[in-house]
């Protein structure tokens, strides 16, 4: 089976451009996380999406959005990029809508750089 | 809320050696912890996963650790080092069966560099 897939793998923007960001999760889970890492940080959580509903958001602007489709994928979207927005985004997949107990399955990343 | 803490930015081992890489945590509920990997422009590979269960986990590629209430740790470790074995590694903690809907937080990483 596929596992979490997400595109582009890479990505180029300049500051005050806006980008989306793709996620499919793996077949029959429900819920889609997305999580930013800066480089040499550990991953820091965006935002978590159980049935096409938000159930839970990080500590970020309301430059980032995200939404997810009937089909379960995710978008990623971005805003007003700044230089402090490049980074691996990270998309995290699971079964069922409980981030405290469900084992969350990740994806390549896109890597983002803002020039 | 939860934090992780991970002694030790880089860790450096002889190959066939132990390999022990710390994590502490903080939480104030019962937390579930989670050891992932991440090779080079990869994303993160889960290791193991403690959940309240048995002290004492056993995940992927010989990897074990221990989940310690008293000192807050969960320690990873492997008996013998492998050269396949360099790599970032990533102690996280989540609210548990305590519900909330934050995610994973995340320690800073160790870089485990295996010496042959």
């Not at chain 1, 029959?28 to 930013?36: A, D, F």
């Not at chain 2, 710390?22 to 992932?36: Q, T």
């Not at chain 2, 000192?71 to 548990?96: I, N, Q």
Request: charged share 15%.
């Amino acid at each position: 089976d596929a596992g979490v897939t997400q595109s582009p793998t890479h990505l180029i923007k300049t500051r005050g451009q806006h980008v989306t960001l793709r996620c499919s999760p793996i077949s029959g889970h429900k819920s889609v996380s997305w999580y930013q890492q800066v480089l040499g940080q550990g991953p820091q959580f965006i935002f978590q999406y159980y049935e096409k509903e938000e159930r839970g958001r990080g500590n970020f602007p309301d430059r980032f959005s995200a939404r997810q489709f009937p089909n379960y994928s995710s978008e990623l979207n971005v805003n007003a990029l700044l230089l402090g927005d490049s980074a691996l985004y990270l998309c995290a997949s699971s079964s069922q809508g409980a981030p405290g107990t469900d084992t969350q399955y990740f994806g390549p990343g896109t890597r983002l750089t803002v020039l | 809320a939860q934090s992780v803490t991970q002694l030790g930015s880089h860790v450096s081992v002889s190959e066939g050696a132990l390999v022990l890489l710390r994590c502490n945590y903080s939480s104030s509920v019962p937390p579930y912890l989670f050891w992932y990997v991440q090779y080079p422009n990869q994303g993160l590979q889960l290791l193991l996963k403690y959940t309240s269960a048995a002290t004492l986990v056993k995940g992927i590629n010989g990897f074990e650790a221990e989940f310690k209430k008293s000192e807050t740790s969960f320690h990873l470790t492997k008996p013998s080092a492998h050269m396949s074995d360099a790599a970032e590694y990533f102690c996280a903690v989540s609210a548990g069966s305590g519900g909330g809907a934050d995610g994973l937080t995340f320690g800073k990483g160790t870089h485990l560099i295996i010496q042959p």
